[in-house]
């Protein structure tokens, strides 16, 4: 496959093929990361729970400067979450549930200090009222912008 086959963007050849579709998947990752996953600080990792579906980027490795639509992994769910040999790590799962005999289980460690970015998918119910805080902390940041170009005003006089 070809050296970037992450970038994201249209298909410059307008024909399907298989590093097409690795691209529109990487895409719609980060398109559904946007949509239906909230990113969690690092400070609340150790809460995440059991069955959580996860999606995470990795760091980069020492002299690497790879974007973070090269490092996106799909993740899976929280089998567990704690600390392992001493340092912190989520066992994540494909399925939840630890049912080895569906076909392409798998399970693996992911340990916290090689993660740069997670989040966490949301319930499809609170959908609606995630849009509706985001607009509203918009609109609460916009406020805030016009009554401090208000106060420079005034401390100028």
Do not use: C
Request: glycine letters at 8%; proline letters at 5%; aromatic letters at 8%.
């Amino acid at each position: 496959m070809a050296q970037n086959m992450y970038n994201i963007g249209s298909n410059p050849t307008g024909r399907k093929s298989k590093e097409y579709v690795v691209v529109n998947k990487k895409s719609k990752w980060l398109d559904e990361l946007k949509e239906s996953f909230l990113e969690v600080t690092h400070e609340m990792w150790p809460e995440l729970s059991k069955g959580t579906h996860i999606r995470y980027v990795v760091k980069n490795k020492p002299g690497e400067t790879l974007p973070i639509d090269e490092r996106i992994k799909m993740g899976g769910f929280i089998k567990s979450n704690g600390v392992f040999n001493n340092v912190p790590t989520f066992w994540l799962e494909s399925h939840p549930g630890g049912n080895k005999s569906i076909s392409g289980y798998i399970n693996y460690p992911v340990v916290y200090s090689g993660v740069e970015r997670l989040w966490k998918k949301h319930h499809p119910d609170i959908q609606i009222e995630i849009k509706l805080m985001k607009n509203s902390l918009l609109e609460i940041r916009k406020e805030m912008a016009e009554l401090k170009s208000r106060l420079d005003v005034l401390e100028k006089k």
